[in-house]
């Protein structure tokens, strides 16, 4: 996105995921956001964006939008880094998201590991991910991107990891190549976990929570 669109992406009253740039319309829940809790009013500028990289500006008219400008399509500059994690416990989850997605991280991935003690089986895995999927919009309107990270998972760790670096004191720095690193559970990785990866990295001396972890690694692989 050139400077010219991020500024007018970063002066709008607010910036919203949609359906639909040609037809906008907002969800109640939208709705509300806009007019009763950041009080929006008539002619004020919204942007709004399908999170695939394309975004529109609108006026504020009544209840809902109008279009005030044309499409407008942005190539997708994020590093392709995927960062996948094993669910730690609590609201943790979708504090990893958040700023992942703040982060620009391309995808994320939610880890079933070895030694995991929180996990996630059918209807409550579809739950738990929808609901970090929600975050990730919220988080992509608060920092005004236009680029929604994919929510991947749960899926077992021993499927990705051959295609992953894994976390793990005493491993080699990151380089440009990691393209998908994965941190393990709080209990550490498994011996087979470790010899499936493709290899091994450290995030630095000290031993890191979970959420730790997944943001260092996303802020150290876009550094490379």
Do not use: Y
């Not at 979708?94 to 996630?120: C, F, M, N, P, Y």
């Not at 709080?186 to 990295?201: F, K, N, P, Y």
């Amino acid at each position: 996105m050139n400077e010219g669109d991020l500024a007018v992406v970063r002066s709008a009253s607010a910036h919203l995921v949609v359906d639909d740039l040609a037809a906008v319309s907002l969800s109640d829940e939208a709705e509300h956001h806009v007019f009763r809790v950041l009080r929006v009013r008539d002619g004020e500028l919204v942007t709004v964006t399908d999170g695939q990289g394309a975004w529109r500006a609108c006026r504020a008219s009544g209840r809902g939008l109008v279009p005030d400008g044309e499409v407008r399509h942005v190539d997708d500059e994020r590093p392709p880094i995927t960062i996948a994690w094993a669910i730690p416990k609590r609201d943790r989850p979708e504090w990893i998201v958040q700023k992942l997605t703040e982060l620009g991280v391309a995808r994320i991935v939610v880890l079933h590991a070895d030694r995991s003690v929180v996990r996630w089986d059918g209807a409550r895995a579809d739950k738990h991910v929808e609901k970090l999927r929600k975050v990730a919009v919220e988080a992509l309107q608060q920092s005004r991107g236009v680029m929604l990270p994919t929510v991947e998972g749960p899926v077992a760790a021993a499927d990705l990891l051959p295609a992953a670096v894994a976390a793990e004191p005493g491993g080699r720095p990151l380089n440009g190549d990691d393209t998908v690193i994965a941190v393990g559970p709080e209990g550490g990785w498994s011996e087979s976990e470790l010899a499936a990866a493709r290899d091994t990295v450290s995030l630095g001396r000290t031993v890191l929570r979970v959420e730790t972890a997944a943001l260092a690694a996303a802020v150290l692989a876009r550094l490379r």
